[in-house]
């Protein structure tokens, strides 16, 4: 189902001609109107003009999240204050935080967005959905809030914490939805067990709507096997709107809409345009936006395109699951590791749950990996020879997957922080010496 | 195997750092668990806590209520004279047997000293203690 199908499935030639013709608007107003992104173009020695079909993007220079913090708050913004309507802010794990303002049109779009996105899951105006996500500074809460609002879903807006009551008011209320993190979902399940509810028999739940942290499929797989659900990757970042994009139902790739963003995939050291199905970093041009334009904007997230069309009928581009930030890639022993590879790997390891903290530490010329590892109660036992085997396999996991040799430690059940939000799993000691 | 011949052992999982260990020991304290006997096996980053309790199956419930990993393992106790001696003795038995001991440890009960042991085949090592003329205590012995 769609719903919006003249958009969601308009053919590739319309397409690439709207996209053009929003790209050439776009950068015509920005030189004229924006000091900001005309200093940019010039300082890159491109003009408007310069912009004849849509590939001459590459012409254009990079927006940067360091744009958006050294303007802090609002220099970036290309409306009256008296236009904006919303904002919302993204607390940096550095610095400043970053601030994002919408005028009308914007929440029209991007509320837009995520009904499609929702019906392509199949959230439809019989769905009760529950809103996990923080609502406040945050944009997940209220993104997804209105977005379901717009579906005719009814929507419990249960924002986070207080997890016992939300399985509570999850069973009494038949919820079918949730829109939350990964991780949230896990502890929501963990938690279940412990009241005695069990997912597949005492909630109507069948969908849930998972991001704002990196996940795998393997996570994914888990999740749907002890909930009885289907997982959808939900995908957006403040800069872009908020969370915005989902898979649809084939679950083979997050379908952007077209109309709003153009989505390409760079090499992360030398800027360069790589082509579909080649692994790089995302970078957003989003054609609809007012009071913050954003234009090359570096998300920093590792993902590639995926060229051809999906099973569902939908002609948008779609993007592979995110499998890490350039920023959180470590390099360790001259290798490039994400986070993402080592949860990866800790899920081949059934003994253990999957919950890691990794710490990487210089103990002389030498950086050690550190990955902790909760283990799974019923795998425990009470011989230290099994104990040393579980750690063993997963080390060699570790290697296999990494290239490098890691030092698992296991820690007891619930014990390593579960994330609620955009937390890091990794620690990296070097950068305090 | 009849009933009461064996001893129920709770292993708990240990993180190794500082403080685990007090905490569980509180959380014992607090669901008012009395330990009689216990050994700690150590190694890089984790431990496992093997305890006799006076009331193991409540103890396992309030641990585990607890979210603590706990899991009850079978034990077999033995009177022995004197200790230094008496863990050879057992030691010779079972190897004689061809029996492996993955671990013991030793208890000085309120009836003279005990060894815990902990074997793969709790039958056939209960025969050969037994053939060897050593006694073996059931939980109320203790
Ligand atoms: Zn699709």
């Known amino acids: ?433 | 195997m009849k009933d009461g011949e064996l001893i129920t052992q709770l292993s708990i999982f240990v993180n190794n750092e500082p403080g685990s260990l007090a905490s569980i020991a509180l959380v014992l304290k607090e669901c008012d668990i009395n330990l009689k006997a216990f050994n700690i096996a150590e190694s890089a980053g984790f431990g496992v806590l093997r305890a006799i309790a006076d009331d193991p199956r409540k103890a396992c419930a309030s641990l585990r209520g607890r979210s603590i990993a706990v899991k009850p393992t079978k034990v077999i106790a033995v009177h022995v004279e004197d200790q230094p001696g008496g863990l050879f003795g057992i030691a010779r038995i079972l190897g004689e047997a061809k029996i492996n001991i993955e671990y013991a440890y030793a208890y000085a009960g309120k009836k003279g000293p005990v060894i815990f042991v902990r074997v793969d085949e709790p039958e056939a090592a209960l025969a050969a203690i037994r053939a060897a003329g050593m006694k073996v205590l059931g939980e109320k012995d203790l």
């Open chain 1, 1 to 433: 189902m769609y719903w919006n199908p003249e958009v969601e499935c308009a053919p590739r030639e319309e397409i690439e001609r709207r996209q053009f013709e929003s790209l050439r608007g776009l950068v015509a107003n920005l030189y004229d109107n924006n000091p900001f992104y005309r200093g940019k173009m010039d300082g890159h020695g491109v003009k408007p003009g310069d912009i004849r079909c849509l590939e001459d993007i590459s012409k254009l220079p990079f927006m940067y999240k360091d744009d958006l913090r050294d303007n802090y708050p609002t220099k970036l913004f290309t409306v009256p204050t008296t236009d904006i309507v919303r904002y919302h802010v993204s607390s940096g794990t550095t610095g400043k935080p970053t601030l994002v303002g919408y005028t009308r049109e914007d929440l029209e779009y991007w509320t837009e967005s995520l009904a499609r996105a929702l019906t392509s899951v199949g959230i439809t105006d019989e769905d009760t959905i529950q809103v996990s996500y923080g609502y406040g500074l945050f944009t997940g809460g209220l993104g997804l809030h209105y977005g379901a609002e717009r579906v005719g879903a009814s929507v419990l807006p249960s924002s986070t914490g207080s997890t016992e009551r939300q399985l509570e008011l999850m069973v009494d209320l038949g919820v079918t939805a949730i829109a939350c993190t990964p991780s949230y979902l896990i502890h929501m399940i963990e938690v279940a067990g412990k009241m005695g509810i069990d997912f597949r028999r005492d909630t109507k739940l069948r969908i849930a709507v998972l991001g704002a942290e990196p996940w795998t499929d393997a996570m994914r797989k888990i999740i749907e096997e002890s909930a009885g659900i289907r997982a959808y990757d939900i995908f957006g970042t403040s800069e872009m709107a908020g969370p915005m994009f989902t898979e649809c139902g084939e679950q083979d790739g997050i379908h952007l809409s077209w109309d709003m963003v153009y989505p390409e995939i760079i090499d992360p050291e030398t800027g360069e345009v790589l082509g579909p199905g080649e692994e790089g970093e995302l970078v957003v041009t989003m054609l609809k936006k007012e009071a913050l334009p954003m234009v090359r904007f570096r998300l920093r997230d590792v993902t590639a395109i995926i060229e051809g069309p999906c099973k569902c009928g939908r002609t948008s581009p779609r993007i592979r699951r995110i499998t890490g930030r350039t920023d959180d890639m470590l390099i360790v022993r001259g290798i490039n590791v994400f986070p993402s590879q080592v949860e990866h790997a800790l899920l081949q390891v059934p003994e253990l749950t999957g919950h890691y903290q990794i710490t990487v530490d210089r103990i002389g010329a030498l950086d050690v990996m550190k990955v902790e590892a909760e283990i799974d109660p019923d795998a425990f036992s009470d011989k230290m020879e099994d104990l040393m085997s579980i750690k063993k396999r997963a080390e060699g996991i570790m290697k296999k997957y990494l290239n490098i040799g890691v030092r698992i430690e296991l820690r007891e059940h619930g014990s390593l922080p579960r994330y609620e939000g955009k937390g890091s799993r990794v620690k990296d000691m070097r950068s305090m010496k």
